[in-house]
């Protein structure tokens, strides 16, 4: 069973799933707060090109399975033309403003 994503609890993290499958790029950056961080199966990466390889070049898709943490945890299977489609863990940490300042990532 999967979450729509307008039904994920926490606002920026919504907006973060909704962008990614939308192919949105302008809006995923505008949810970022500046000087923004990620990891991917615990190693720090660069942002930018990160997301353009895993999410816009790639077809990048995700189906939440489950949140937890209010919202800022998810577990989704996530799909690109790049891996083809795991499970795989997100955790976000959203700033005062609403932004989302880090989110680490990787295979469940």
């Known amino acids: 069973m999967t979450i729509k994503p307008a039904n994920l609890s926490d606002p920026a993290v919504r907006a ?20 923004a961080t990620m990891a991917d199966d615990g190693r720090d990466r660069e942002l930018d090109q990160w997301i353009e390889d895993e999410i816009f070049s790639s077809n990048g898709h995700m189906e ?21 489609e795991m499970s795989t863990q997100w955790r976000f940490t959203v700033d005062d403003e609403g932004q989302i300042s880090r989110f680490e990532t990787g295979q469940a």
């Open 16 to 35: 973060f799933v909704t962008a990614v499958n939308s192919h949105d790029r302008e809006g995923l950056l505008h949810l970022l707060a500046p000087g």
């Open 64 to 84: 939440v399975e489950n949140e937890s943490d209010g919202g800022r945890a998810l577990r989704a299977r996530y799909r690109n033309d790049t891996y083809g």
